[in-house]
């Protein structure tokens, strides 16, 4: 009697220690994630939504006037679609005029906006029309709240091969062509106290990697000079945002320019497999609702690289080294 009567005692303590051991453990883990994963979901969520609403139900940015560069296709592209479908003013700019005026169209078709599209033939690389062609811009509404340095240029090659021009097509198209029009218009909004200033650079304006140097180098120009008029303008109503994605599905890669000065014109596979630009444009105009002066438009792993530039630059640079010799012995130079 007495045995059995501890053999059923025992069953129910098993159950128990299994029980809380289910229990310790369900908290060990619903603790471990929700705090470091869900609960930065749930902040970044409500935060997206709260801006969302901001742009869309509150109209915040209804009617105010937004010049796009590179707005011809790819992320630009995306952006004028974003900018418009919130109510905005959008002049589109870019050289090729026959595929502004086909966005133009399609932003007509595709929303019901009482404004209409303007568009502003442009190329960056001419520096010495930047100025008039600024004040063209503002001559369409007299103003520009919104000024969004878009448009680029990629590179593929090798430094040893690259002639001297190549480098200073893209340093003038990437860099210099945005520095004069944001001086072009910079003081129209000093006057007004009022602006906000976008630089597309790249996550390639933080760390540079092997084969994209002019490219690499027009982006780390554009985030230090960017960086500088955003501190500089600290004491006024004008705020500055660099923005830096990582890979994005667009026509980069099959526009870019070759150490020779060609267009490369193959679609890289990391370029195939990037982010939607319209997802991309969809975190600039939230970002651009919260006023945001930085954005780095990334995966975990760019952010990491980031961070190991930073922190541990040697073994970025064996990664790095690793990455350029993989690549070399892959002759793979063009295609990567
Ligand atoms: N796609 C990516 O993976 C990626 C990643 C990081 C950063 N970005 C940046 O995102 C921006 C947009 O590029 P995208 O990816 O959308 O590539 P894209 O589809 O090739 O678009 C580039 C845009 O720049 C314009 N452009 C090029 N040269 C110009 C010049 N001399 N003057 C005026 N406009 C010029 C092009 O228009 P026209 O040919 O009509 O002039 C086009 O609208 C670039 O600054 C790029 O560096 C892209």
Known sequence: MIGSETESEEVPKTFQVIYSTMIH??????????????FPWLVYTLYKSHFKNKIFRDKSLEDKVVLITGASSGLGEALAHAFHRAGARVILAARRKDALEKVKNDLITKYQSKNTPAVLPLDL?????????????????????????????????????????????????????????????????????????????SVQGKIAIPFRSAYSASKHATQA????????????????????????????????VTARGETYGVMDHTTATGMDPNEAAESIIIATAAKRSELVLAGILPKIAIWVRVLCSWLYFYLMGSRAQRIRAANTIKQD
Do not use: Q
């Open 125 to 201: 690389h001419d520096l010495k029309a930047i100025k008039e062609k600024a004040t063209k811009a503002l001559d369409f509404y007299g103003h520009i709240d919104i000024l969004i340095n878009n448009g680029g240029v990629s590179f593929r090659g090798e430094i040893v091969d690259t002639d001297l021009e190549v480098d200073l097509r893209i340093m003038v198209t990437n860099y210099f062509g945005p520095v004069a029009l944001t001086k072009a218009i910079l003081p129209s909004m000093l006057e007004r106290n009022s602006g906000y200033i976008i630089a597309i650079s």
């Open 225 to 256: 000079f960017f960086d500088t008029l955003k501190s500089e303008l600290s004491h006024t109503n004008i705020h500055v945002c660099v923005v830096s994605p990582g890979y994005v599905h667009t026509n980069l890669s099959l526009n870019a």
């Open 25 to 38: 453990w369900t908290r060990l883990i619903a603790g471990g994630l929700v705090l470091p994963i869900v």
